[in-house]
């Protein structure tokens, strides 16, 4: 399955912790315990700016945690990409490892290692891009149709 449109659209898909970070660039410095609520609320806000104009977001959730693509051997950061349509409030998360499979390698599934408690490896756990699941999360918002398409069109197929 290849999704092209899909691929470079989720590329181009606003990341709340720039938008953020560019705006707190423009404050003055706050007094260090009101850092995080001022962070905070540029967030809300900008968020709430990206649904005004019917913008899907995403956002790093454990934007610190590694992980290691199996294919190219980069490391690269974050547990998973959370996206947001703030039109109907639904979510859609996806692995960082995945989405690097995805826009980096053109592959709609990949696997990574399952740990115990422990951190001891017991095994591969498979990930995989189910195009019903970018479509859920993005109709509605100002995507292009042609992606909605190509999505529509992949649900129909076996990944
Ligand atoms: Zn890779």
Known sequence: ????????????????????????????????????????????????????FQLLYRIDLRPSETFRCPECGVEGKGLAWEFTNPLTGVRARFSSLLMHAFLVHDRMETEDDLMTVDNVPRGKRKLIIQPRDLYHVMRGTDVPSDVLEELEKAQGETP
């Open 1 to 52: 399955m290849d999704l092209p449109l899909t691929r470079r659209f989720i590329g181009s898909i606003p990341h709340l912790g720039s938008l953020v970070s560019i705006a707190a660039q423009g404050m003055a410095s706050p007094h260090p315990h009101e850092h995080w609520g001022a962070i905070g609320e540029i967030a809300r806000s900008q968020a709430a700016d990206l649904g005004n």
